[in-house]
């Protein structure tokens, strides 16, 4: 029945049933090969069991086979930098009038919106609610994405996880305050207690903390220090906040794993992040939006100045990191307020593109491979490779061409989350 006598043979006919087939299309399988026409990709059960050409494997009659003709086959998308916290709107003190009920209601909606979009994976980098979400579908109770939660972000006192216009005694529904290596090490302990996957932590100032500024360093290394220590002794990874230089220099040193929006790496710093082998997260897309409809939208204008200071640098500053091989990953910041809509997040590829002069085949990377690496799930996802979790996407057009496809929802005809296929626009199965 089979025509060839490679692996596949032993792994298709030692399964009863329980096995889909894409078949027909072309696939970037996510690990930066030259991209093959008419692939067959088998599945059994959760897993990748083969990823061949068309004609080299016979498909089983019990198999579901999926018509990929004239469609791209890729791995599912990862999104390393979002935010489940069922924000609609850009103002700072939505979260006091909106009641927590309603705002998880409509993260859970906004989780849909992700997988629906593509994206099979996503990391909160901090929102009350990660963790309940993740749970929630990883139970089957609602559909989304596979979630890395952050939890609760940790902050210095009048850090950027510190919100400043709130009487203090507020700000603990949102984040953890620490001050001093032993506070911080008690903070991980405390983010740990909510079943967190990942801490994170802000080293520098930020965009929408009303009184400090992205250039401003937050937490003393020593203070980092404490932090990654403690969350690497428990085999948890840190992502740090760090817009401003000496707060992203700090991050490298300290330990972190990845540097989210790195806007003033520079010279020195990139090559130090590229010592160290960390990963850098961008996000031009929260970026863009503010710049163009911020304003409009109802960002403060304490926050709209220091979007477009960041702004003025961080394109250039970005190209030269890509240019000199840094490892970025995907990261978009969306909340879900109309602006950052959830489902929108393909849009970071396409500015990387066309702002970075980035090639489509990096950017997939960056949202694929990458991404995978800087969550620490690289032997489990972010490729097509045999053993791999089936997270696979089925997409109209040609991404390596036009980016800009994977934008457009409706061009994502199928998505395949551990073999299970949780999304279908159209495509009859055999
Ligand atoms: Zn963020």
Not at 52 to 80: H, N, R, Y
Not at 121 to 131: A, L, M, N, Q, Y
Not at 226 to 254: F, M, P, S, T, Y
Not at 317 to 322: G, L, M, P, T
Request: charged share 25%; with cysteine; net charge negative.
């Amino acid at each position: 029945m089979f025509i060839n006598d490679n692996t596949s043979y032993l792994c298709v006919v030692s399964v009863m049933g329980g096995i889909k087939v894409i078949r027909g299309g072309y696939l970037i399988d996510g690990t930066g090969r030259e991209p093959l026409e008419d692939v067959v990709v088998v599945i059994k059960g959760r897993e990748i069991c083969e990823v061949s050409k068309e004609g080299t494997i016979e498909i089983p009659s019990s198999a579901e086979v999926i018509d990929a003709s004239g469609m791209t086959v890729m791995p599912g998308l990862i999104d390393c930098h979002v935010h489940l916290s069922g924000s609609r709107s850009v103002n700072p003190f939505e979260r006091l009038r909106v009641p927590r009920y309603l705002r998880i209601l409509r993260a859970s909606v906004d989780a849909r919106k992700l997988i629906e979009a593509g994206f099979t994976t996503i990391r909160d980098v901090g929102s009350e609610f990660g963790p309940a979400l993740r749970d929630a579908i990883a139970e089957g109770t609602i559909v989304g994405p596979r979630i890395l939660a952050a939890g609760k972000p940790i902050s210095q006192t009048f850090g950027h996880g510190d919100w400043h216009y709130l009487p203090y005694h507020w700000v603990k529904e949102f984040a953890i305050l620490a001050d001093g290596p032993y506070e911080c090490r008690k903070a991980v302990r405390l983010v740990l207690r909510d079943g967190v996957d990942l801490i994170k932590i802000c080293t520098s100032g930020g965009v929408f903390s009303e009184k400090d500024e992205p250039a401003w360093p937050q937490f003393t290394l020593e203070e980092i220090e404490a932090i990654v220590d403690e969350a690497h002794r428990v085999g948890r990874r840190v992502a740090a906040h760090a817009e401003g230089w000496e707060g992203i220099k700090n991050a490298i040193l300290g330990g972190v794993d990845t540097v989210e929006h790195g806007d003033q790496i520079d010279e020195e710093l990139i090559e130090l992040i590229k010592e160290k082998g960390k990963i850098l997260v961008p996000t031009m897309a929260i970026d863009d939006a503010m710049v163009k409809h911020g304003e409009k939208a109802g960002i403060p204008t304490w926050a709209m100045r220091k979007i477009r200071e960041l702004r003025s640098v961080n394109i250039r500053n970005y190209q030269k990191a890509y240019k000199a091989g840094v490892r970025m990953a995907i990261g978009t910041d969306y909340g879900g307020p109309e602006i950052f809509p959830m489902g929108g997040n393909a849009v970071e590829l396409e500015l990387r593109v066309k702002l970075l002069g980035a090639k489509e085949m990096d950017v997939i990377l960056q949202a694929t491979k990458i991404a995978a690496e800087a969550l620490g799930l690289e032997d489990k996802i972010g490729t097509l490779e045999k053993g791999k979790l089936a997270d696979v996407i089925v997409v109209n057009g040609n991404p390596l061409k036009d980016i800009t496809v994977l934008r457009d929802v409706s061009n994502i005809r199928i998505v395949m989350k551990e073999g299970s296929i949780v999304v279908n626009r159209g495509i009859s199965k055999a």
